[in-house]
Protein backbone atom coordinates (compact mmCIF):
# COMPACT_ATOMS: atom_id res chain seq x y z
CA UNK A 1 0.00 0.00 0.00
CA UNK A 2 2.76 2.39 0.46
CA UNK A 3 4.39 1.71 -2.29
CA UNK A 4 0.76 2.29 -4.17
CA UNK A 5 0.92 6.04 -2.06
CA UNK A 6 4.15 6.59 -3.91
CA UNK A 7 2.39 6.69 -7.33
CA UNK A 8 1.78 9.83 -8.90
CA UNK A 9 -1.30 9.77 -10.93
CA UNK A 10 -1.96 11.91 -13.97
CA UNK A 11 -4.84 14.39 -13.94
CA UNK A 12 -7.26 13.29 -15.30
CA UNK A 13 -8.53 14.76 -18.98
CA UNK A 14 -12.19 16.35 -18.68
CA UNK A 15 -14.42 14.05 -20.54
CA UNK A 16 -15.84 15.21 -23.67
CA UNK A 17 -19.45 13.76 -24.47
CA UNK A 18 -19.98 13.36 -28.53
CA UNK A 19 -23.21 14.72 -29.14
CA UNK A 20 -25.24 13.36 -31.53
CA UNK A 21 -25.60 15.64 -34.32
CA UNK A 22 -29.34 17.34 -34.42
CA UNK A 23 -32.03 16.41 -36.80
CA UNK A 24 -32.54 19.06 -39.44
CA UNK A 25 -35.70 20.54 -39.44
CA UNK A 26 -37.61 19.36 -42.62
CA UNK A 27 -40.69 19.92 -44.08
CA UNK A 28 -43.07 18.37 -46.16
CA UNK A 29 -44.76 19.22 -48.80
CA UNK A 30 -46.90 21.82 -48.06
CA UNK A 31 -50.88 21.24 -47.91
CA UNK A 32 -52.01 23.19 -51.25
CA UNK A 33 -54.45 25.34 -49.12
CA UNK A 34 -51.57 26.26 -47.15
CA UNK A 35 -49.85 27.70 -49.62
CA UNK A 36 -52.39 29.36 -51.29
CA UNK A 37 -53.19 31.20 -47.88
CA UNK A 38 -49.62 31.98 -47.71
CA UNK A 39 -49.64 33.44 -51.13
CA UNK A 40 -52.61 35.71 -50.53
CA UNK A 41 -51.12 36.68 -46.71
CA UNK A 42 -47.86 38.27 -48.74
CA UNK A 43 -49.31 39.59 -52.02
CA UNK A 44 -50.31 43.28 -52.46
CA UNK A 45 -52.69 44.73 -54.14
CA UNK A 46 -52.14 46.66 -56.94
CA UNK A 47 -52.87 50.45 -57.10
CA UNK A 48 -55.84 50.60 -59.70
CA UNK A 49 -56.94 54.12 -58.49
CA UNK A 50 -53.33 55.86 -59.18
CA UNK A 51 -53.31 53.75 -62.66
CA UNK A 52 -56.58 55.07 -62.94
CA UNK A 53 -56.01 58.72 -62.08
CA UNK A 54 -53.54 58.72 -64.30
CA UNK A 55 -55.15 56.95 -67.46
CA UNK A 56 -57.95 59.49 -66.23
CA UNK A 57 -55.61 62.44 -67.23
CA UNK A 58 -54.65 60.87 -70.58
CA UNK A 59 -58.54 60.38 -71.29
CA UNK A 60 -58.85 64.00 -70.38
CA UNK A 61 -55.61 65.74 -72.27
CA UNK A 62 -56.79 62.92 -75.50
CA UNK A 63 -60.46 64.06 -75.13
CA UNK A 64 -59.31 68.33 -74.92
CA UNK A 65 -57.01 67.87 -78.13
CA UNK A 66 -59.95 66.16 -79.85
CA UNK A 67 -61.85 69.57 -79.24
CA UNK A 68 -59.57 71.60 -79.99
CA UNK A 69 -59.02 69.86 -83.35
CA UNK A 70 -62.79 69.54 -84.00
CA UNK A 71 -63.19 72.92 -83.15
CA UNK A 72 -60.63 73.94 -85.58
CA UNK A 73 -61.77 72.18 -88.35
CA UNK A 74 -64.64 74.88 -89.20
CA UNK A 75 -62.42 76.76 -90.89
CA UNK A 76 -62.61 74.07 -93.54
CA UNK A 77 -66.18 73.08 -93.08
CA UNK A 78 -67.31 76.02 -94.93
CA UNK A 79 -67.00 76.12 -98.65
CA UNK A 80 -64.43 77.38 -100.07
CA UNK A 81 -64.38 80.66 -102.43
CA UNK A 82 -63.32 80.22 -105.89
CA UNK A 83 -61.65 81.89 -107.92
CA UNK A 84 -63.06 85.05 -109.67
CA UNK A 85 -62.00 84.82 -112.50
CA UNK A 86 -62.96 80.85 -112.94
CA UNK A 87 -66.05 81.65 -111.07
CA UNK A 88 -67.22 84.16 -114.01
CA UNK A 89 -65.38 83.92 -116.84
CA UNK A 90 -65.83 80.61 -118.33
CA UNK A 91 -68.06 80.90 -121.41
CA UNK A 92 -68.48 76.98 -121.39
CA UNK A 93 -70.23 77.40 -118.54
CA UNK A 94 -74.03 76.44 -118.74
CA UNK A 95 -77.28 77.91 -117.67
CA UNK A 96 -77.79 75.43 -114.96
CA UNK A 97 -74.18 75.59 -113.79
CA UNK A 98 -74.67 79.41 -113.48
CA UNK A 99 -77.71 79.25 -111.13
CA UNK A 100 -76.22 76.23 -109.22
CA UNK A 101 -72.92 79.13 -108.20
CA UNK A 102 -74.90 81.89 -107.85
CA UNK A 103 -77.66 79.83 -105.44
CA UNK A 104 -73.76 78.33 -103.51
CA UNK A 105 -72.80 82.01 -103.44
CA UNK A 106 -75.79 83.19 -101.99
CA UNK A 107 -76.22 80.12 -99.35
CA UNK A 108 -72.46 80.74 -98.58
CA UNK A 109 -72.66 82.27 -95.15
CA UNK A 110 -75.84 80.50 -94.00
CA UNK A 111 -74.05 77.00 -94.43
CA UNK A 112 -70.93 78.67 -92.59
CA UNK A 113 -72.85 79.51 -89.82
CA UNK A 114 -75.01 76.15 -89.87
CA UNK A 115 -71.18 74.12 -89.62
CA UNK A 116 -69.37 76.82 -87.56
CA UNK A 117 -72.63 75.93 -84.75
CA UNK A 118 -72.29 72.38 -85.35
CA UNK A 119 -68.71 71.84 -84.80
CA UNK A 120 -69.21 74.29 -82.00
CA UNK A 121 -71.95 72.43 -79.96
CA UNK A 122 -70.26 69.09 -80.79
CA UNK A 123 -66.95 70.36 -79.11
CA UNK A 124 -69.29 71.49 -75.88
CA UNK A 125 -70.98 68.76 -75.66
CA UNK A 126 -67.95 66.54 -75.22
CA UNK A 127 -66.57 68.85 -72.91
CA UNK A 128 -69.35 68.83 -70.85
CA UNK A 129 -69.54 65.11 -70.75
CA UNK A 130 -65.97 65.38 -69.28
CA UNK A 131 -66.86 67.95 -66.51
CA UNK A 132 -69.60 65.81 -65.83
CA UNK A 133 -68.10 62.56 -65.15
CA UNK A 134 -67.15 60.77 -62.28
CA UNK A 135 -64.55 59.07 -63.46
CA UNK A 136 -62.58 62.12 -65.04
CA UNK A 137 -59.71 64.06 -62.34
CA UNK A 138 -60.36 67.60 -60.92
CA UNK A 139 -57.50 68.62 -63.46
CA UNK A 140 -59.97 67.34 -65.94
CA UNK A 141 -62.77 69.04 -65.03
CA UNK A 142 -60.71 71.96 -64.57
CA UNK A 143 -59.29 72.02 -67.83
CA UNK A 144 -62.91 71.37 -69.33
CA UNK A 145 -64.61 74.29 -67.88
CA UNK A 146 -61.78 76.72 -68.66
CA UNK A 147 -62.09 75.59 -72.20
CA UNK A 148 -65.49 75.66 -72.18
CA UNK A 149 -65.73 79.66 -70.76
CA UNK A 150 -62.92 80.39 -73.96
CA UNK A 151 -65.17 78.93 -76.57
CA UNK A 152 -68.10 80.71 -74.60
CA UNK A 153 -66.22 84.41 -74.88
CA UNK A 154 -65.12 83.34 -78.59
CA UNK A 155 -68.73 82.84 -79.25
CA UNK A 156 -70.09 86.59 -78.06
CA UNK A 157 -66.79 87.89 -79.59
CA UNK A 158 -68.28 86.29 -83.48
CA UNK A 159 -71.11 87.45 -83.17
CA UNK A 160 -70.51 91.42 -81.84
CA UNK A 161 -67.60 91.53 -84.62
CA UNK A 162 -70.59 90.32 -87.52
CA UNK A 163 -73.25 93.02 -85.99
CA UNK A 164 -70.87 95.60 -86.50
CA UNK A 165 -69.42 94.76 -89.65
CA UNK A 166 -72.58 94.51 -90.98
CA UNK A 167 -73.93 98.09 -89.31
CA UNK A 168 -71.13 99.53 -91.98
CA UNK A 169 -72.98 98.44 -95.12
CA UNK A 170 -71.50 94.78 -95.65
CA UNK A 171 -74.27 92.74 -96.35
CA UNK A 172 -73.10 89.60 -94.99
CA UNK A 173 -70.38 88.30 -91.95
CA UNK A 174 -68.78 85.98 -90.53
CA UNK A 175 -66.30 85.71 -88.01
CA UNK A 176 -64.19 82.56 -87.16
CA UNK A 177 -61.60 83.02 -84.08
CA UNK A 178 -59.00 80.15 -83.83
CA UNK A 179 -56.94 81.11 -80.30
CA UNK A 180 -55.37 84.65 -81.29
CA UNK A 181 -56.32 84.48 -84.72
CA UNK A 182 -59.62 85.39 -86.52
CA UNK A 183 -61.28 85.18 -90.42
CA UNK A 184 -63.58 87.43 -91.35
CA UNK A 185 -65.11 86.66 -94.31
CA UNK A 186 -67.33 90.02 -95.66
CA UNK A 187 -69.86 89.57 -98.53
CA UNK A 188 -68.66 92.39 -101.50
CA UNK A 189 -67.13 92.80 -104.91
CA UNK A 190 -64.14 94.48 -103.67
CA UNK A 191 -62.63 96.01 -100.72
CA UNK A 192 -61.06 99.20 -100.38
CA UNK A 193 -58.28 100.15 -97.78
CA UNK A 194 -60.26 102.51 -95.59
CA UNK A 195 -62.83 99.07 -95.66
CA UNK A 196 -60.28 96.53 -94.93
CA UNK A 197 -59.01 98.94 -91.82
CA UNK A 198 -62.22 99.54 -90.45
CA UNK A 199 -62.91 95.67 -90.18
CA UNK A 200 -59.85 95.22 -88.55
CA UNK A 201 -60.35 98.05 -86.00
CA UNK A 202 -63.62 96.31 -85.14
CA UNK A 203 -62.50 92.98 -84.33
CA UNK A 204 -59.64 94.72 -82.27
CA UNK A 205 -61.18 96.36 -79.90
CA UNK A 206 -64.22 93.93 -79.87
CA UNK A 207 -61.60 90.90 -79.12
CA UNK A 208 -58.47 92.70 -78.48
CA UNK A 209 -57.27 90.16 -81.71
CA UNK A 210 -53.85 92.14 -82.85
CA UNK A 211 -54.35 92.92 -86.71
CA UNK A 212 -51.46 90.70 -88.31
CA UNK A 213 -53.75 87.98 -87.16
CA UNK A 214 -56.70 89.20 -89.18
CA UNK A 215 -57.45 87.70 -92.23
CA UNK A 216 -60.53 89.11 -93.92
CA UNK A 217 -61.54 87.07 -96.94
CA UNK A 218 -63.84 88.69 -99.93
CA UNK A 219 -66.96 86.73 -100.94
CA UNK A 220 -68.86 87.68 -104.01
Known amino acids: MNHLSKIKLAPEEPVTVAMAPLPLETHSLADPVEEKKRFFSSWKPFPWREALKS ?118 CIAVINGNEINVVVKSDGLSMSEVAQIKEIVYLTSGILPDNIKIIEKQ
Not at 70 to 87: G, K, Q
Not at 141 to 153: D, F, K, L, P, V
Open 55 to 172: KNMLIGACVLLIVVAAYLNIRFSAPSTPPIDEANNDPSEENGDQNTNTNDESNYFAVAVINRERVRDEALDLLQTVAESEESTVEAREEAYTEMSRIASEITYEINIENLVRSKGFEE
